[in-house]
């Protein structure tokens, strides 16, 4: 059976603070270590009061010293935010100290709206076609050194991290397979192109050094617990969360409600419709069966589970079950 990951946005519920957080993130990564989960990765969003993950490297090191075996990284870093050089000197300092163990996934949105990647960036001077490029000269980085090469990652320079191109849409895929590096779509919330960008990864693979086939990983929204009625009613944070951010409203990850989507217009319940189809809401027969049907559909090398669930014993219940599941599929 193909191995199940974590997806962790650090959520902020409502009445909570970044703090509590981050503390949880580290909670349920040692949880995931000891379910059988093979990595855990963060993600890099800006100005959103709902997610404590926007230094992200900094979690991932705070993630990597509590735990042991699991491999830590970036689902992903925002590249067009930083110089290739500064992410190939955090990403080695991390490698140096967890050698083995980390990964490095990196995608071309600004993961923020425009006033906030200006702040970040001081101007949007950057081009986001210039990705590739951007990502060639970050693999250059983590080369052995060169004796002409003035510019250098210290650490980074020779050591193996792995690199990952992520998308929701088929650049990305196009990438990955010109660079021959693996793919993570973010079917959890970008479903629309996942078939189409799986095809066009594939049959456009083009071998590397780090990797000689292509090698896919999907995104999966996992809101699991003892009933389908439970189930959909922790989903609720997650709806909410979203059609807030649609609506330009961000905020903390709300509490769950009853018949959340009974009350929304047409708009909002065909948004949540899209959005939540590749996910699993229900007990662990309805999640197993979610899951047996969109891995026999899509035929993943990975699965990453993410489950933006308020309350933070309920959210560690969740990934159990996908857990016990994935074992029960073996």
Same mark, same amino acid.
């Given at each position: ?148 090469? &003035?510019?250098?990652?210290? =650490?980074?320079?020779? +050591?193996?991290? !792995?690199?990952?191109? *992520? @998308?929701?849409?088929? %650049?990305? #895929? ?27 990864? &594939?049959?456009?693979?083009? =071998?590397?050094?780090? +990797?000689?086939? !292509?090698?896919?990983? *999907? @995104?999966?929204?996992? %809101?699991? #617990? ?39 217009? !047409? ?64």
């Amino acid at each position: 059976m193909i191995p199940f990951s974590v997806l962790d946005l650090s959520p902020v519920p409502m009445g909570s603070n970044a703090a509590q957080s981050l503390r949880n993130t580290l909670d349920l990564a040692r949880h995931a270590e000891r379910w059988g989960y093979r990595r855990y990765w963060l993600a890099e969003h800006h100005s959103m009061p709902g997610i404590a993950s926007a230094a992200t490297s900094v979690v991932i090191g705070h993630v990597a010293a509590g735990t042991s075996t699991i491999r830590v990284g970036a689902g992903g870093i925002m590249l067009p935010n930083h110089s290739p050089l500064v992410i190939a000197e955090q990403f080695g300092t991390l490698e140096s100290l967890f050698p083995g163990r980390i990964d490095l996934g990196l995608g071309r949105a600004p993961g923020s709206d425009q006033v906030t990647a200006r702040a970040l960036r001081r101007n949007l001077d950057t081009d986001p076609d210039q990705f590739p490029q951007d990502v060639l000269e970050l693999i250059g980085y983590f080369a052995p050194l060169g004796q002409e090469q &003035r510019v250098m990652a210290v =650490p980074g320079a020779g +050591l193996k991290v !792995p690199i990952w191109i *992520l @998308g929701s849409s088929l %650049f990305g #895929a196009q990438v990955a397979a010109v660079l021959g590096l693996p793919f993570a779509f973010a079917s959890h919330f970008a479903p629309a192109m996942m078939m189409q960008a799986i095809h066009i990864y &594939r049959a456009r693979f083009q =071998p590397s050094g780090q +990797l000689d086939r !292509p090698y896919v990983m *999907l @995104g999966f929204n996992v %809101f699991a #617990a003892e009933s389908d009625t439970e189930a959909r009613f922790l989903a609720t944070s997650m709806q909410q969360a979203f059609v807030n951010l649609r609506s330009g409203r961000p905020m903390q990850l709300p509490p769950p409600i009853e018949a959340y989507e009974s009350q929304l217009p !047409p708009t909002a319940k065909a948004l949540l419709a899209d959005v939540l189809t590749c996910s699993a809401i229900g007990s662990p027969e309805t999640v197993r069966s979610a899951l047996v049907a969109f891995i026999e559909r899509t035929r993943p090398d990975e699965l990453m589970i993410t489950a933006q669930i308020f309350d933070h014993s309920a959210r560690l219940r969740s990934y159990e079950i996908a857990a016990d599941i994935h074992k029960n599929l073996k």
